[in-house]
Structures are given as structure tokens and as C-alpha cells.
């Protein structure tokens, strides 16, 4: 007997697994530690790995070890699977890139060659992000090789262009120390702790309020 389902949302959530494009192409050439071309057919599809941001080039030694890490996932001419979920302002189609079995935004993040993009995680398996990530922090791996890790490549590209690490009128508060839910973002409170407010790792395993990602 076939059971008739009248829940709309079920419906909907059923349409959107169906409907998420994936698609087929091979590397072509590899930009940095999250951007690569592929060929789909005659067509040239640039492609920016969703959910992760790996350091920019200029953040030596990282940037580089992070390219370096994704040629070696992907040579070129590699078969590769696209789970795109979105186009950017760029015009690049943002995906997951999967190699065979290997997923290899998730890759990146467990062998410490980028961060989760935790203000893009929207779309990927944010509990297998979080776990790939945690395990790299607490192996020292890549960009973890420094407690609490180097700056964060959104905030370093912000910076670069004449942005602040800290919100407008963020020096420390009269009482000369920050509460979680005053320093605005994730990764504002990780500067901070680099810089010795270590009070804000309230179970000391190395992560500024857990609470603000």
C-alpha cells in the first residue's frame, strides 16, 4: 500500500534534494587553496569550493601550502563531481567537489589547509565540518600549527582593504575585558584570544565563545 504524505514541508525538502545540481567536469587548473577551473563538455566552469575559505596566497606560508594541498587532491585532468549550490557575485558556481569518494572541501578542512566558512555553511553538513575542524585544531594541523590558528582569510582580505580586525569603536571596555556577546563575530573573539584575553576560553580547549559561530 503506497502511502499518501500531506505534509507540505516534507514536499518541499523532498524537492530540494532532487532539484541540487550536480554535475560532471575535469580539473583544468587549480587558482588557489579554493578555487579551481574544470571543463564540463566544451564549457569552462570556474569553480569557488563552498562552505570553506582557505588562507589567501599572501598568508605565507599557508595560502601557498593550501594550493599546494589542492593540486595534489586534484591533478589536472582529474574526474570530479560538482554539488553546486549557488553562483557567486563573481559569476563562479560555489560547490562541493568530490573526487571519487572524496569530498574534498571537507579534505581541506581536516588536513587544516582552510576554515570553515561558517557565515556560508548553509548548505553543507555543518556537524562533519565542525568535527573535521576541531580534530585539525587539536592536532596542530596547518593553519592550527599557532593557538587559536592564524587570522581568518575574510578577516585578513577586510583588513587589506584598509578594514579593522575589531568593529568601529572596539577597544576594550573600561573594565579592560570583553563579554562574548559584545565582540560581534567568531572571529573576532579568536583575535582576542591570540592577543592574551584567554578568560574568553572558558573550557580551555583553545576556542574563544563557542557560542558566537
Not at 599546494?68 to 582529474?78: D, K, R, V
Not at 559569476?91 to 579534505?107: F, P, T, Y
Request: charged letters at 20%; hydrophobic letters at 30%; glycine letters at 12%.
Amino acid at each position: 500500500m503506497v502511502q499518501k504524505i500531506n505534509n507540505p514541508r516534507f514536499i518541499l525538502f523532498s524537492i530540494f534534494i532532487f532539484c541540487t545540481p550536480v554535475s560532471a567536469g575535469s580539473i583544468l587548473s587549480i587558482g588557489d587553496g579554493d578555487t579551481i577551473t574544470v571543463t564540463e563538455g566544451n564549457q569552462r566552469i570556474k569553480v569557488r569550493l563552498a562552505c570553506i575559505d582557505a588562507p589567501e596566497t599572501s598568508q605565507t606560508p599557508y595560502g601557498i601550502e593550501a594550493r599546494t594541498q589542492l593540486q595534489y587532491l586534484l591533478p589536472i585532468g582529474s574526474e570530479v563531481t560538482l554539488k553546486v549550490k549557488a553562483t557567486d557575485r563573481y559569476g563562479r558556481s560555489v560547490a562541493e567537489v568530490s573526487k571519487g569518494d572524496i569530498n574534498i572541501n571537507q579534505s581541506l578542512v581536516g588536513s587544516g589547509n582552510a576554515f570553515v566558512y561558517w557565515q556560508y555553511i548553509r548548505g553543507c553538513d555543518r556537524q562533519t565540518y565542525s568535527n573535521l575542524e576541531n580534530e585539525a585544531r587539536l592536532n596542530g594541523s596547518g593553519v592550527w600549527g599557532i593557538p587559536g590558528g592564524i587570522q581568518r582569510p575574510w578577516d585578513y582580505r577586510h583588513n587589506r582593504k584598509g578594514g579593522s580586525s575589531m568593529s568601529s569603536g572596539g577597544g576594550a571596555p573600561s573594565s579592560g575585558k570583553y563579554r562574548c556577546k559584545e565582540i560581534g563575530s567568531w572571529s573576532k573573539a579568536q583575535d582576542l584570544l591570540r592577543q592574551g584575553h584567554t578568560y574568553l576560553d572558558r573550557d580551555g580547549d583553545g576556542e574563544a565563545c563557542e557560542s558566537l559561530k
